[in-house]
């Protein structure tokens, strides 16, 4: 792929430091309206994608000691890496990048080690009642293919989880 060509060093050393693994689901809203004199109408409409990448480091564990340094510099790896992994044109689309910083998640698969989660939503820029569509499912190929790509080149600790659409 020609993305990895152009891999920064900066991108080699943040996966020789940080095992990485990513999880997509889809984002749903609930829209609650209420016209008048008619009852309220509740709908659940997929409005786009979460992008879930979880990272730890691969010397050391992460835990919420007192500096939360391993924590803080994990999530901002993930957040160097998924500056680098977004498409530059996302058009109608909207990519919203979500630390959950001060809270560890564990990946029951390696018997609960704790992991840091930066959440990329990708979801439509439209009006609310907009469904996600053909924009926002390119953004998530882009963004899933490129993470497929870096986990082949069997760079140390990348590993891949099921995904579900």
């Known amino acids: 792929m020609r993305w990895l060509v152009g891999m920064t060093n900066d991108t080699?050393?943040?996966?020789?430091?940080?095992?990485?693994?990513?999880?997509?689901?889809?984002?749903?809203?609930?829209?609650?309206e209420r016209p008048i004199?008619?009852?309220?109408?509740?709908?659940?409409i997929q409005k786009g994608?979460?992008?879930?990448?979880?990272?730890?480091?691969?010397?050391?564990e992460l835990h919420l000691d007192s500096g939360y340094e391993y924590?803080?510099?994990?999530?901002?790896?993930l957040k160097s890496l998924a500056e680098q992994i977004l498409p530059k044109n996302a058009n109608s689309s909207e990519i919203e990048l979500i630390p959950f910083d001060g809270s560890l998640d564990t990946d029951p698969a390696?018997?609960?080690?704790?992991?840091?989660?930066?959440?990329?939503?990708?979801s439509s820029s439209g009006s609310l009642d907009q469904p996600a569509g053909p924009p926002e499912e390119q953004v998530l190929h882009?963004?899933?293919?490129?993470?497929?790509?870096?986990?082949?080149?069997?760079?140390?600790?990348?590993?891949?989880?099921?995904?579900?659409?």
Do not use: M, W
């Not at 004199?37 to 659940?44: D, M």
């Open 71 to 77: 924590l803080r510099s994990t999530l901002e790896d």
């Open 49 to 60: 994608f979460d992008v879930d990448l979880y990272g730890s480091p691969i010397n050391g």
């Open 142 to 165: 882009e963004v899933t293919e490129k993470l497929e790509a870096l986990q082949d080149t069997r760079s140390i600790g990348s590993q891949k989880v099921s995904q579900s659409r």
């Open 37 to 44: 004199g008619a009852p309220p109408v509740q709908r659940r």
């Open 12 to 32: 080699r050393e943040l996966l020789g430091r940080t095992c990485i693994r990513h999880q997509v689901l889809p984002y749903y809203i609930l829209l609650d």
């Open 110 to 122: 390696q018997h609960l080690k704790a992991e840091a989660l930066l959440r990329i939503r990708i």
